[in-house]
C-alpha cells in the first residue's frame, strides 16, 4: 500500500486505521493500522470467534474492529477482544498478519 495514493494516505498518520477489502486479501479483508514510529500492524477482517458467514465481516470503527454480529469489539493496536464475555466460553484475538515498512510502502504477508 502506497501511502501516497488517496486511498491510503490516512495510514501516514499514528492511530489512523484503513479497510482493504480487495479480492484475495485475507478471508473477509484487512484492516491495517499505523501504531507509530513507523509500524504498522495488519489484522484479519473476519471476526476469529465466527466462522465466516454474511455477519462475520468486521466493521472498522476508528482504532477499533466491531463484529456485527455479536458487537464484539477488538483493538487496533493489540488485536485483542475488549470486554469478553464471561459465560465459559473460549475467545479468540484477531488473526494478524506480517507487516514491512519501506519506501513509503507497507506491505502485508502472512
Do not use: K, W
Not at 82 to 106: A, K
Request: charged residues 15%; glycine residues 10%.
Amino acid at each position: 500500500m502506497n501511502l501516497n495514493l488517496p486511498l491510503y494516505s490516512p495510514l501516514s498518520n499514528t492511530g489512523n486505521a484503513v479497510f482493504v477489502g480487495t479480492n484475495g486479501v485475507g478471508t473477509r479483508g484487512i484492516f491495517v493500522m499505523n501504531v507509530g514510529l513507523e509500524q504498522f500492524r495488519a489484522f484479519e477482517a473476519s471476526c476469529p470467534n465466527h466462522a465466516p458467514n454474511e455477519c462475520s465481516t468486521m466493521e472498522l470503527n476508528g482504532q477499533t474492529a466491531v463484529c456485527p454480529c455479536e458487537d464484539f469489539e477488538y483493538s487496533l493496536f493489540t488485536g485483542q477482544q475488549f470486554s469478553r464475555p464471561e459465560d465459559g466460553m473460549r475467545y479468540y484475538d484477531m488473526l494478524e498478519y506480517n507487516t514491512t515498512f519501506n519506501g513509503g510502502v507497507v506491505s502485508v504477508s502472512n
